[in-house]
């Protein structure tokens, strides 16, 4: 079996092609049924946004899944959209979800809402059926790697736009926005969109003061602020925390004789100035005044380039976190492959020795319930004690790569179809009634085994282990 | 005596690599070296804290008297402080600073007598004296280190530098508040060193002793701070020059505790 992802992002595909290929919300689901009714695609997951449409998919094939996606996007986009078409498989696929999920394949390093678009696409796929636990377990590791790269790498925090690095500032200053008063000159767009940034970083009080009264009094109606006259910029200065500056005038607004009245009257509590305008509002003499911290587009420009290579350095301790994370998800793979063939040679011994109890019982038909139970357990504890060696070993020399499986089926006379058999049963919970998959199946298998030493189901106490399990 | 100094030296040893590492993790941040800094933190923490121990032991007295002792044991209440703190918070830069502050002091510990012993009459009374003494200089340590933090991210924030320094740094005024809240703890446990050491003084001499130079300098410096304080009380918010006097401050902490002492009736080994 085979991982793929096979899709076309903002990097392979501009806008006209995206926008034909992506699946939107409410075609979703007839996608995922296609998909499930599909023999070629064992397991998909969609990943549709606005930059990218993405499907990963477990197949028996590589080749035949990949000519099956291929034809998908083009059926959906066209040929042209097959051509901007790029394919990973296996560790690379897994590789490709996992900088996906942490936003290192997003247009803006390291954005946050990625992380969120993945895990609602997986949450879809499963509801729908169409995971089993191939996917399953590559999703939630890849969403493990997007929240730690966010949480303890914190490759988001740093903004890149320039509304939000003033606010950064203002943080540096500040800390906590709390209590802070803020002083919006001039009622433009950029004023209203780092008033929005201020607001979410919770600024309590804020005026807006700008030449026509009017325009000033529906900005602050927006934000429930307080409008002041143009006359009374002075008194808004000298009150104010935070100063966003960003009219459309010729000259300086903020001069540095009024900043200096204005700073006399709130002692020694500092300000911090950002003058967003072009022409600038605020006179750099006022950046010269004590407790006056001031900033123009070009310095926020500065931090917000200063951000992106901060993000650029923090990718590359994501890059370690994904391999870390390639690394546990290629052993958990190398253990699937081995639990089909651990399960083939129990069920050998098992066999065997449910053979060898019916010839018991044939033989001896005078034995007693007590002295069944007995043989029972004795014959199911040789089986255990043989195997248990070979299993352990057999499961680490899997993981470590340094011996062929098959070696070992071949040893015990595992054939081609019984190992078919209970890699079904591990991997495709839904084959068979009441497997769990993986290594989980494997024990309860062999609980079950152990059950059936003679002694009563209930006899131990709930939860405890036998001593084969401790 | 042998022992415990290759003990010391370890610990100064350890001490000395663990804030390299700091200093270059804070340069080129790498989790792997801020994780060695930190066992080499913890381990040097160990050290002196055995060093201590042992000084307890073979010495039969509590190792407080000397400015050796004094000038270790704030180190050693820094280092507790900070890797406490770092146990629950991510203080990054803080702990670099804190630790070079503490290295400091406990590499300037080393050019003092270090196996001097004095058993004082009325002990218990002056253990009390240096301990509270210690505890304030500790504070005043923090105060010192916060101050210095703050002067410079308010310089890189004036100066537009967007480096290392600023994305690590915590605001300016959570600096400033550490500082002060600092200044604010130390400030009554100094009061509290001063009273209990004239007391014991009078208890020791007879009568008491106005005319020491440490309680000269001791007083002078509990003013300055106070000084601090209540500017900072009036305005709400210690500008660059008040936390520039912070600094001015601590410096007067050190003279205190090194140079003056040497001239003290009492404080002299």
């Known amino acids: 079996m085979h991982i793929i992802a096979v899709g076309l992002n903002h990097r392979s595909a501009p806008v006209?092609?995206?926008?034909?290929?992506?699946?939107?919300?409410?075609?979703?689901e007839a996608v995922l049924s296609a998909f499930r009714n599909t023999r070629t695609l064992l397991e998909s997951v969609i990943v549709s946004t606005c930059n990218r449409t993405e499907v990963y998919a477990v197949v028996g094939s590589a080749r035949a899944g990949r000519d099956y996606l291929r034809t998908?996007?083009?059926?959906?986009?066209?040929?042209?959209?097959?051509?901007?078409?790029?394919i990973h498989e296996d560790q690379e696929a897994a590789r490709h979800l996992m900088r996906v999920a942490s936003g290192l394949d997003s247009l803006v390093l390291g954005e946050t809402q990625i992380l969120g678009q993945v895990r609602d696409a997986y949450l879809a796929a499963e509801a729908a059926g169409n995971t089993g636990a191939l996917l399953n377990q590559l999703f939630r590791r890849a969403i493990r790697v997007g929240k730690r790269a966010q949480a303890e790498a914190g490759i988001g925090q740093n903004p890149v736009s320039v509304s939000?690095?003033?606010?950064?500032?203002?943080?540096?200053?500040?800390?906590?926005?709390?209590?802070?008063?803020?002083?919006?000159?001039?009622?433009?767009k950029m004023s209203r969109l780092t008033a929005q940034h201020l607001f979410a970083a919770g600024i309590a009080q804020m005026q807006v003061c700008n030449r026509t009264l009017a325009r000033a009094e529906a900005l602050a109606a927006v934000f429930g602020a307080t409008p002041l006259p143009w006359t009374a910029l002075e008194d808004g200065l000298a009150q104010a925390d935070v100063v966003i500056s960003s009219t459309g005038a010729?000259?300086?607004?903020?001069?540095?004789?009024?900043?200096?009245?204005?700073?006399?009257?709130?002692?020694?509590?500092?300000?911090?100035?950002?003058?967003?305008?072009?022409?600038?509002?605020?006179?750099?003499?006022?950046?010269?005044?004590?407790?006056?911290?001031?900033?123009?587009?070009?310095?926020?420009?500065?931090?917000?380039?200063?951000?992106?290579?901060?993000?650029?350095?923090?990718?590359?301790?994501?890059?370690?976190?994904?391999?870390?994370?390639?690394?546990?998800?290629?052993h958990w793979l190398a253990e699937q492959e081995v639990v089909p063939l651990i399960a083939a040679i129990r069920a050998r011994g098992e066999a065997i020795q449910a053979s060898v109890m019916d010839s018991i019982g044939r033989k001896?038909?005078?034995?007693?319930?007590?002295?069944?139970?007995?043989?029972?357990?004795?014959?199911?504890?040789?089986?255990?004690?043989?195997?248990?060696?070979?299993?352990?070993?057999?499961?680490?020399?899997a993981i470590s790569g340094e011996a062929p499986l098959d070696v070992f089926a071949r040893v015990f006379g595992v054939t081609d179809e019984d190992l078919r058999r209970h890699r079904d049963a591990a991997l495709w919970p839904e084959a068979e009634a009441g497997a769990g998959g993986g290594l989980s199946e494997l024990v309860r298998h062999w609980g079950d085994a152990l059950r059936r030493d003679g002694r009563p189901r209930d006899a131990d106490a709930p939860g405890a282990l036998r001593p084969a399990l401790r | 005596m042998a022992n415990a100094r290759l003990l010391y030296d370890a610990f100064i040893a350890l001490y000395a690599l663990s804030v390299v590492l700091f200093f270059v993790d804070a340069v080129h941040p790498r989790r792997a070296l801020n994780r060695s800094a930190l066992a080499l933190l913890f381990t040097s923490f160990v050290l002196e804290t055995v060093f201590f121990l042992d000084r307890l032991q073979t010495s039969g007295a509590v190792p407080v008297l000397t400015?050796?002792?004094?000038?270790?044991?704030?180190?050693?209440?820094?280092?507790?402080?900070?890797?406490?703190?770092?146990?629950?918070?991510?203080?990054?830069?803080?702990?670099?600073?804190?630790?070079?502050t503490g290295f400091a002091m406990a590499a300037f510990a080393v050019f003092r007598p270090m196996g001097a012993v004095y058993h004082a009459p009325e002990g218990d009374l002056l253990y009390l004296h240096i301990g509270f003494a210690l505890l304030s200089y500790t504070a005043f340590a923090f105060a010192f280190v916060f101050s210095?933090?703050?002067?410079?991210?308010?310089?890189?924030?004036?100066?537009k530098r967007w480096n290392r320094w600023h994305f690590r740094s915590p605001p300016l005024d959570v600096l400033e508040r550490l500082a002060y809240r600092s200044i604010i703890l130390g400030l009554p446990l100094l009061l509290v060193a001063m009273v209990l050491g004239t007391i014991w003084g009078k208890l020791t001499v007879g009568r008491f002793v106005y005319l020491d130079p440490k309680l000269f300098s001791t007083t002078l410096l509990w003013g300055m701070y106070g000084v601090s304080l209540l500017?900072?009380?009036?305005?709400?918010?210690?500008?660059?020059?008040?936390?520039?006097?912070?600094?001015?401050?601590?410096?007067?902490?050190?003279?205190?505790?090194?140079?003056?002492?040497?001239?003290?009736?009492?404080?002299?080994?």
């Open chain 2, 148 to 159: 210095l933090m703050y002067l410079i991210e308010h310089r890189f924030l004036r100066e």
């Open chain 1, 364 to 397: 001896m038909p005078g034995l007693s319930d007590r002295e069944r139970e007995l043989l029972q357990k004795h014959t199911m504890s040789i089986v255990n004690q043989l195997l248990r060696d070979p299993v352990k070993n057999m499961k680490e020399l």
């Open chain 1, 72 to 86: 998908w996007f083009a059926r959906r986009g066209g040929d042209e959209a097959a051509r901007h078409l790029y």
């Open chain 2, 67 to 100: 400015s050796f002792d004094a000038l270790s044991l704030v180190a050693w209440m820094i280092l507790a402080v900070t890797l406490v703190v770092d146990a629950f918070f991510r203080v990054h830069l803080v702990l670099f600073m804190a630790n070079l």
């Open chain 1, 164 to 188: 939000y690095a003033a606010v950064q500032l203002v943080r540096k200053v500040f800390g906590d926005l709390r209590g802070k008063r803020v002083l919006v000159v001039g009622a433009g």
């Open chain 2, 231 to 269: 500017l900072r009380v009036r305005s709400g918010w210690s500008g660059p020059r008040l936390v520039g006097y912070n600094v001015v401050c601590f410096s007067a902490v050190i003279v205190n505790l090194v140079v003056v002492g040497s001239f003290s009736l009492f404080h002299r080994v």
């Open chain 1, 250 to 330: 010729e000259g300086f607004v903020i001069g540095a004789d009024m900043a200096r009245r204005a700073l006399a009257r709130r002692g020694r509590r500092p300000v911090v100035v950002v003058d967003i305008a072009v022409p600038r509002d605020v006179d750099p003499a006022v950046g010269e005044l004590g407790q006056v911290y001031l900033y123009d587009i070009d310095d926020l420009e500065g931090v917000v380039a200063a951000n992106l290579a901060e993000r650029e350095r923090l990718a590359r301790e994501v890059e370690r976190m994904i391999a870390e994370a390639l690394r546990e998800y290629g």
């Open chain 1, 16 to 28: 006209e092609i995206r926008e034909r290929v992506s699946v939107p919300e409410d075609a979703l």
